[in-house]
Each structure stands twice: as C-alpha cells, then as structure tokens.
Nanobody, 128 residues
Framework: QVQLEESGGGSVQAGGSLTLSCAAS????????MGWFRQAPGKEREGVAS????????TYADSVKGRFTISRDNAKNNLYLQMNSLSPEDTATYYC?????????????????????WGEGTSVTISS
C-alpha cells in the first residue's frame, strides 16, 4: 500500500518560514521523481517544485524561486520543502507527489498528469 504522508503545515505570519515533510512508504523511493504541488481555494492545483530521483536536479515555479528549496533523503524515503519569506499568496494546501520513472529521466517540470501517487495534503496559511 502506497502512502505519501505530508506534515509540517500550519499558520505563520508573512515573512516567516515553514518546512514541509513527506514520508513515503510502499514504493521503491529512488525509482520515483518527487514534487510538491499546491492548491489555493478556488484555484487549480499547480506545481511548486520537483526533484529528480537522486536529488541532483530540482525545478521551481517562478513564483517560489529563491524562496523555496526542495530536497530529498533517499535513505529515509523523505521529501522536504523549505519555505522562506512566505506571503499570503502562498496560502494553499500543499501536496506531495510521486512520479514513477524507473530507468527513465524525470519530467522537468512535473505536471499533474505525470503523477503516479498523491499525498492527502497539508494546509499552509500565511497571514499578513
């Protein structure tokens, strides 16, 4: 049974920081490209950041470049998103995503249609 379990969401003031974590189980983690998506109320789900299978290449949405950092620990089957300089526009539910790509290059960036498994999401609220 595949599980992607996000944690670390919460409420902070603008300018603050949060670190999201995603614990993966039921998959061979290093066969999967990983990513973070977010969905704000009334908006479509959008890609935030993605990282390849060995963690050497990452991609960011323009809206978060320079503020967010994605990383992964393949020994622990964990994915992270360090978020700094948060603004109210970052308020959303954040989802962990796994893309199966054994022996194949990761898509860059990851799109919704690429995703093999989704987490249930963690809520992030930024107040002004």
């Amino acid at each position: 049974q595949v599980q992607l379990e996000e944690s670390g969401g919460g409420s902070v003031q603008a300018g603050g920081s949060l670190t999201l974590s995603c614990a993966a189980s039921g998959i061979t983690y290093n066969w999967y490209c990983m990513g973070w998506f977010r969905q704000a109320p009334g908006k479509e789900r959008e890609g935030v950041a993605s990282i390849d299978k060995d963690g050497t290449t990452s991609t960011y949405a323009d809206s978060v470049k320079g503020r967010f950092t994605i990383s992964r620990d393949n020994a622990k089957n964990n994915l992270y998103l360090q978020m700094n300089s948060l603004s109210p526009e970052d308020t959303a539910t954040y989802y962990c995503a796994a893309v199966y790509r054994w022996r194949v290059t990761c898509p860059n960036p990851i799109h919704n249609s690429d995703v093999s498994y989704w987490g249930e999401g963690t809520s992030v609220t930024i107040s002004s």
